[in-house]
Nanobody, 126 residues
Framework: MRLVESGGGSVQAGGSLRLSCRVS????????TGWFRHIEGKELEGVAI???????TYADSVKGRFTVPKDDASATLYLEMNSLKPEDSATYYC?????????????????????WGQGTQVTVSS
């Protein structure tokens, strides 16, 4: 399986960005996919997850601002980021888990994901 992110960049606080993740080499609709982010000096953080039934899980820090739509026809996952804050600046990674359905308490845990993209940088300036 291969995951390729795109859409990162720089934006001012309050602005919006959309990240895309193209999934190939697997049956896209049969697993859980989502977005994680890494800030230098901090642990990898689960941001937004969607499973094959469309059930979503969001980190408290992004609830109400981020959404994670997916297009099964094109095997593409998105991260729609609105009302961006400087603390959202990070490298964002798309990830996929093939271990089965994840409970809400596990969905944001990076250890459950076995396929990762290369990452894309998001910078939010104040």
């Amino acid at each position: 399986m291969r995951l390729v992110e795109s859409g990162g960049g720089s934006v001012q606080a309050g602005g919006s960005l959309r990240l895309s993740c193209r999934v190939s080499g697997f049956t896209y609709i049969t697993f859980c996919t989502g977005w994680f982010r890494h800030i230098e000096g901090k642990e990898l953080e689960g941001v937004a997850i969607v499973d094959w039934d469309g059930i979503t899980t969001y980190a408290d820090s992004v609830k109400g601002r981020f959404t994670v739509p997916k297009d099964d026809a094109s095997a593409t996952l998105y991260l729609e980021m609105n009302s961006l804050k400087p603390e959202d600046s990070a490298t964002y990674y798309c990830a996929a888990s093939t271990v089965g359905r994840l409970s809400a308490s596990r969905a944001l845990g990076a250890g459950w994901y076995n396929y990762w993209g290369q990452g894309t940088q998001v910078t939010v300036s104040s």
